[in-house]
Nanobody, 125 residues
């Protein structure tokens, strides 16, 4: 079975930092793209950042540029999202997603992503 298991969410004050992790199993990790999305209550799910596991190249949403960093550890099949300078508007459920690398673009299109984690809540006050 494919599993994407997020961890690391929580509550933080504005200006603070949080790090999220997503442990992936059940897929050939190097053949997939990985991404973080988020969804606030009453809002559509939106892309935050994306990484190609093959070369570790990254792409960020404008809202994340300069504050968030996506990275991965191929030896652990784990993707990370380091979030700094957090703002109240970053409050959301954050989801890890995976899709075969041949369908990674346009990366922010939710329907292209094949597998999803259960989500982890991030609250910024």
């Amino acid at each position: 079975d494919v599993q994407l298991v997020e961890s690391g969410g929580g509550s933080v004050q504005a200006g603070g930092s949080l790090g999220l992790s997503c442990a992936v199993s059940g897929i050939s990790y190097s053949n997939y793209c990985m991404a973080w999305f988020r969804q606030a209550p009453g809002q559509e799910r939106e892309g935050v950042a994306h990484i190609y596991t093959s070369d570790h190249s990254t792409v960020y949403a404008d809202s994340a540029k300069g504050r968030f960093t996506i990275s991965d550890d191929s030896s652990k099949n784990t993707v990370y999202l380091q979030m700094n300078s957090l703002k109240p508007e970053d409050t959301s459920m954050y989801y890890c997603a995976a899709t075969p690398r041949w369908r990674c673009t346009p990366w922010a299109t939710v329907s292209l992503w094949h597998y999803w984690g259960q989500g982890t809540q991030v609250t910024v006050s």
